[in-house]
């Protein structure tokens, strides 16, 4: 009886563990509906997302837009360079029709629309700064009035410069350094990694599926007093994988997916 107990006791602990991991729908819900819209992040707050992460470029007009390339090519089918456009030029595109006809009108959300999706409570956005330093000024002006729902935002950046400046600019939201497996072709070292982000102050390191994850690497990152977490899973087994080597958030395209892999028991 008391093997039993402590059995249903290791298993409702690790069923509760993997079920703790924080899902991020990766610019929105963006398996179902177009990348990066109000559509994509509305569809993935109603159905279930802790977090949704968008990336935001700055505008010719000092504006900022919701896109993940520096173009509007892929997404529009229209050529316009985001940082030579204004937001109101940007916004006469049609950022839904690329996924399916029935987005059609869809437009390139601003950062003030995407923020205004977020229902009040604890889920949250991960806001990924494309653009470089020149825009972090513009972001801290911009979420100033979001400071009572700080715990509801991160921000998370590739640029080194960009995450320590947005930390000395936001220090009441958490930054997460974004990292590649490599950068210019090179294996980039966890351990200089880690102490970067230690000396830059920031909250946690967000990294790419293709780093060698192991339990192991999970813990040096916690054990360094940092979150960890990683993007962009896609398939189930990576997500229960990530998950019971105690990654605190999966960022995904599709959140359902990622949700039942959780739940499967
Ligand atoms: O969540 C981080 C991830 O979005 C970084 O890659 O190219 O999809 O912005 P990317
Ligand atoms: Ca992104």
Redesign the pocket.
Known sequence: MKRFSLLACLTMTSLFSLNAVEIVA??GFSARAPENTVAAFNLAWQQGADAC?L?LLLTGDGEIAVL?DADTKRTTKVAKIVRDSTLADLQTLDAGSFKNAIFKGEKIPSLEESLATLPLGTRRF?L?VKSGPEVVPVLAKKLAKWRLRGHQLCI?AFNRQVAQESKKALPWIKVYR?SSEKENKKPVDLTQLIADTKADGLDGL?LGLKWKWSEAMVKQIKDAGLEVHV??VNRPGDVRRLAGFGVDSI?TDDPIMARAALEKK
């Open positions: 990766h610019r992460e990336d993940h991960f990924e998370i974004l967000d993007w962009t960022t």
